[in-house]
């Protein structure tokens, strides 16, 4: 058996080191975002708090998960991304294949009007008369379809279907598969790296949105938790009732942050590393074999 060099055997080294870094830089602010939403408040003003929790308390959770209108909104925000993830990805996923037929009529059109909703919108106050106008104002509605195709995700599967050989369409088509046919059978089998990419970037964008909802909703019992956690924020840095005791109020204000920012992302991490498999994946898609 071949032995590495030594030359090879210092570079794995070197490389394993500051790979080693690089993680734990990356972690770092993780880590101590955990350990301030389990410290007090002194201890976090005292800029004790680094790695591990100072003064350990669970105030804050404990106000957040006892209160009702905390998982309604959770709920919300569970049925507002699911539903608009998937619109979106059906659409996005129709457009891209159409545009990326070099035959298509009025291709050149359809790509133009996309590209240019990334650059010039009509404006927010025009936005919320539509919206108004449609009566879609305090419904799931007003979330999505504003928001049901991004133009950045659009063009990223355009790219990919580009890619895909040709032959295997043709293939189908000459089995007798129709166009949908070749979509559902063929290329969409092919995609499921770029599948699952575009569906973690749609539901983190919808997951983690709430000027929307701030926007198209005056109802609490409709809003996504965002907004909820954004208004605890608002209560507990400007003094205001939450409904709790005063002492506890202090406790909230500093690291309420901290709790925001855990409660929101955990779900996201949780679902990430079954995606994550597409990323690295090695299969060659759509390999012609000769």
Not at 66 to 80: E, I, K
Not at 130 to 158: E, G
Not at 235 to 261: D, M, R
Request: overall charge positive; aromatic content about 12%; glycine content about 8%.
């Amino acid at each position: 058996m071949h032995r590495p060099s030594r030359g090879y055997r210092v570079f794995q080294g070197v490389n394993g080191l500051i790979l080693t870094g690089v993680v734990a830089v990356t972690l770092y602010p993780f880590v101590n975002i955990i350990a301030r939403s389990l410290s007090a408040e002194d201890r976090i003003r005292a800029g004790q708090v680094s790695l591990l929790p100072e003064g350990f308390n669970l105030t804050t959770y404990r106000l957040v998960v006892s209160d009702g209108m905390f998982w309604r909104n959770y709920g919300n925000t569970v049925l507002y991304t699911v539903v608009a993830t998937v619109i979106a990805m059906v659409l996005t996923t129709c457009y891209a294949y159409v545009l990326s037929k070099p035959q298509l009529k009025g291709r050149g059109t359809l790509i133009g009007i996309a590209v240019f909703t990334m650059f010039f919108s009509g404006g927010l106050i025009p936005n919320y008369v539509l919206i108004t106008s449609l009566d879609m104002k305090n419904t799931l509605w007003a979330l999505v379809i504003p928001n049901a195709i991004s133009v950045f995700n659009l063009l990223v599967m355009k790219a990919f279907f580009e890619g895909l050989p040709t032959e295997l369409e043709e293939a189908a088509q000459i089995d007798g598969l129709s166009t949908y046919g070749i979509l559902l059978r063929v290329v969409l089998p092919l995609s499921k790296a770029v599948i699952a990419t575009m569906v973690l970037f749609y539901s983190v964008s919808f997951w983690n949105s709430w000027f929307g909802a701030f926007l198209y909703m005056d109802r609490a019992e409709l809003m996504p938790v965002t907004v909820y956690l954004r208004n605890m924020i608002a209560g507990a840095t400007g003094g205001g009732n939450l409904g709790a005791e005063s002492e506890q109020l202090t406790q909230v204000g500093a690291n309420i942050q901290a709790v925001t920012i855990l409660l929101t992302a955990l779900p996201i991490l949780a679902v990430y590393p079954f995606v994550q498999r597409y990323f690295v994946s090695g299969v060659t898609l759509g390999a012609v074999k000769g």
